[in-house]
C-alpha cells in the first residue's frame, strides 16, 4: 500500500475534505454543525500522528500534508470567523501573517541558503494548538453561548502566542542563516 493510502494520510486527507463543509456551515451560520465537524476535524489530526506513529506509517509525504491540512483548515476557519464578526479581523492577519511569515522564512531559506529542514518548534506547535482551541472556543459561543468572557481569554491567549512563536521562528530563521554563512 502506497504511502498515500495509509490510515494516517487517509485521516489527514478527511481533514482537508471537511474543511469547505465547515465552511459552507459557518457561511449559513450553522455554528453547531461547524463546531461538531470542527472537533471531528481535530479529532483526525490527533489520530494521524498517533497512528503514524504507532503503526510505523510516519512517511514523508505525511510529514508535508499534516500541516498544509492543519493551515488550510485554520487560515479557512480565520477568515470565516472575520467574515461573520466572530473575532475582530486584527487576530485573523495576525494568525495567517504569522503562516506566511514562516512559509516564506522556510522558503528564502531553501533559496538562498539551501536550509531544507525547518522543523516545528514547541511555541509553533503550542500556538497552533491554541488556535485550534480558540476556534472551538469560537464555535461554542456562537453555538452554545460559552461565556464572551471564555471566548475572549482565547482570543488574546492565542495572540500572545502568536507572536511569541513568530518571533521565535523568525530568531531560528536568522541563526540558520548565519550558520550557514559561516
Known amino acids: 500500500m502506497g504511502a498515500l493510502f495509509s490510515l ?18 459557518l457561511l449559513a451560520s450553522n455554528c453547531r454543525n ?36 492543519d493551515k488550510v ?5 480565520y477568515l470565516c470567523f472575520g467574515m461573520t464578526s466572530l473575532v475582530p479581523w ?5 494568525v495567517i501573517g504569522r503562516d506566511l511569515m514562516i512559509l516564506s522564512l522556510a ?9 531544507r529542514d525547518f522543523p ?5 506547535k503550542l500556538s497552533t494548538l491554541l488556535q485550534i482551541a480558540t476556534s472551538l472556543a469560537v ?24 507572536v511569541w512563536s513568530g518571533l521565535h521562528y523568525a530568531g531560528r530563521a536568522a541563526a540558520a542563516a548565519k550558520a550557514v554563512s559561516s
Open 34 to 69: 461547524a463546531f461538531w465537524l470542527s472537533l471531528f476535524a481535530g479529532i483526525t489530526d490527533a489520530a494521524d500522528g498517533y497512528l503514524a506513529r504507532r503503526m510505523g506509517h510516519e512517511s514523508r509525504i505525511g510529514a508535508y500534508l499534516d500541516p498544509i491540512a
Open 8 to 25: 494516517p494520510n487517509l485521516l489527514t486527507c478527511v481533514r482537508i475534505a471537511l474543511t469547505p463543509v465547515i465552511v459552507l456551515a
Open 90 to 94: 486584527w487576530l485573523v492577519w495576525l
Open 73 to 77: 483548515l485554520l487560515t479557512a476557519l
Open 107 to 115: 522558503g528564502a531559506g531553501l533559496l538562498w541558503k539551501g536550509i
Open 120 to 124: 516545528p518548534t514547541i511555541w509553533g
Open 139 to 162: 464555535l461554542s459561543g456562537c453555538a452554545y453561548a460559552l461565556s464572551p468572557t471564555v471566548v475572549s481569554s482565547f482570543l488574546y491567549a492565542t495572540a500572545i502566542t502568536t
